[in-house]
C-alpha cells in the first residue's frame, strides 16, 4: 500500500525544490499509474477498491501540483509551514496591481491594433517574460528563507497564469478570424 | 454555478465603471487583486468638502461576481460619509448579490478596495 504521509516530492522521489527534472516526475508518475491501476483491483473486495481510488486520487492531486510552477511552489511554502487562505488573502502591492491593470488594458486594445497579431505576441512576451522573473524572485526569497515574500511571489504568480489564459484566448480568436 | 438575477444584472449593467484623476486632492483610489483567482479591481471615490462622497467609479477585470460586487458598492457608497464606508462588509455584499460560498472572496475584495480608496483619499488631506 502507498504511503499516504509522505509528501509529493518524496512520493516521486524528487528533491524538495522549485526546479524540478519535468522528465523524471512524468516518469515516476506513469510508473505509480501502472503500479497503482485501479483496473488491478477489479476483483478485489469493497476495502481494497476504495483504497485503490485514494491512491490514484493521491497520485493524481500530488501530479498536478508539481505540474504546475505556481503549484508547486505554494507547495514547497505549506511545507515549510507557511498558510494560504484563498478566501481572505488579497494583494495591495499598488505598483504590482497598475501594472496587471495596464497590461489587462493592453490586451483588451490588441483588436484595435494595425497588426493585432504581431501587437499580442509582443505582449504575450513581455507577460512570460515577467513570469519568469517572478519565479526567479521566489526561488531567491527561498534561498534566503524569506517565506513571507517567497508567499507574495507565490501569490502573484497567479495573476501572471490569468494573463497567460487571457492573452493564448485572444491569440486562438485572431488566428481563427484569420485563417 | 449559477449567478443569481442581481449579479447577472450588475455584470450586464454594470454602474459606474469609469476612471477619475487619480492625482486629484479630492480622490481617493483603491486598488487589491485577489489571488485565488487573478482578479483585479480598481475603485475610485471623489469626497465632497462636506466629507460626503459625491462620485464613484469602477473598474473590474474578474468574473461576474467581482464586477458586481464593485458595481453594487459604488452605488452604495456614493452620498455616505467615510465613516459610513467603512463600516461596509463583505457580508453586506454577499448577502445582497446572494454570493455563493465559493463567490465570496469577491465580496472581500470589494470591501478591501472601497477601505483602500478612503485611505488613500485620507492620505492626500
Redesign the interface.
Known sequence: MLDFTQNYFELFDLAEQFEIDDSQLSASFRALQAKYHPDKFINANDQERRVALQTTGFINEAHETLLSSRLRARYLLTLKGIDFD?????????A???H??EI?EALEDVKNATDPLARIDDIAQEISGEADALKDDFIEKMEEGKLTCAKDA???M??????CEESRRITEELEDELF | MAYSEKVIDHYENPRNVGAMDKDAKTVGTG??????????M?LQIKVGDDGIIEDAKF?T?GCGSAIASSSLLTEWVKGKSLDEVQAIKNTDIAEELELPPVK??CS??AE?AIK?AVADYQSKQ
Not at chain 1, 484563498?86 to 499598488?94: L, Q, R, S
Not at chain 1, 497567479?158 to 494573463?163: A, G, N, Q, S
Not at chain 2, 486598488?31 to 483585479?40: R, T, W
Open positions: 484563498d478566501e481572505i488573502d488579497t494583494t495591495h502591492d499598488g504590482f496591481l497598475m496587471q491593470m489587462r507565490v501569490l502573484k497567479k495573476f501572471f497564469e490569468r494573463l | 486598488m487589491v487583486g485577489a489571488p485565488a483567482c487573478g482578479d483585479v480598481k473598474k477585470y465570496v472572496h472581500v475584495l478591501d483602500a
